[in-house]
């Protein structure tokens, strides 16, 4: 079935966030690593980020940030037929964080899993509960993007334990039938030919041990610049838009500086992207829902709006999703 055609759109009703208490500024990273502020803010834009106490965990920020959008989409908890949780730091290897999410909701008629797609995790989390929704199978499902990315950095690796945060992020997908609102498009890719240039040194059938996080920086930056900005023109194509026909520009936070190169490439005006890289560093699949959440809170974007996601990350796997607010 052509999704242009289904009978059911993916609208978002609820949009909610979770931070860590803890902020770490780059000042406090200088006594921990051999960095400085100047490097950190010039060759990132990060200016500080949350840091999860020994008490916050993936499913615990994850259900804060749920109950949040709950709120605000004016359901109930058990109005929720499925969880996807995109993570790729969940509590426990098993069972899945988002069953951990949806006891502490308490809701008991429900499907709960994660999806680990690491940075583009909330993207791919999008398309497939847009189409549990477009078939007719989910009412009411809850998105959540949520990461301890703490837990896996190697604190003595100054390459990238000064780029990442913890947080978390969820949408409310909701039915409509007719409506010219919800999820217009997804395109989803994956390349596993680089899996090496950002990945984790562990994991249970390898070494059994967690790992840590490496990456290959100045390879993943390149690539991300090309995938994103054709991911771009993929959607825009699909849809038959112009880059400027778009209102919001809400990407993954891993960098200012491919945000800015994507900008160029693609002719995208600045003023339409949502930043939140500064104060909430690379949060993996969390940091799009978290960009929402503020872009929705200051008023930015608004119902009727052209909203653009993308993300790209480890496998690589990237991806865009269109939303008409
Ligand atoms: O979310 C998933 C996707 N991830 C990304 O998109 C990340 C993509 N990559 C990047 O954002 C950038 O490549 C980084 C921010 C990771 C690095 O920036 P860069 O401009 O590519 O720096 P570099 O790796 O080429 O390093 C330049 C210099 C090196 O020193 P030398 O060899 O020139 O003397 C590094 O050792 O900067 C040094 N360096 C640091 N200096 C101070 C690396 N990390 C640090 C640091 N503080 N924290």
Redesign the pocket.
Known sequence: MNQKTKLYQSVVTGVGASLPKTIVTNKDLTKR????EE??VE??GIQERRIASDDETTSSLGAEAAKFALKNAKLENTDIDMIILATATPDNTFPASATVIQSSLGIEKCYAYDMQA??SGFVFALEAADNAIKTGKVKNALVIGSETFSRILDWND???C??FGDGAGAVVLSSYEGSDRGILSNHLHSDGRYGDL?YVDGGPSTTTNVGYLR?D??G??KH?VKNISSVIEEALDYNNLKVEDIDWFVP?Q??I??LESVAKKVGLNEDKIIVTVQKHA?T?AASIPLALFDAVQEGKIKKGDLVLLEA???GFSWGSTLIRW
């Open positions: 690593v051999d960095t400085s490097w950190i060759r990132t690491v940075c100054r390459g990238t000064v780029l950002l990456m920086g100045q993943v930056f991300a993954h891993a960098n500086r491919i690379n993996s790209m990350g480890g």
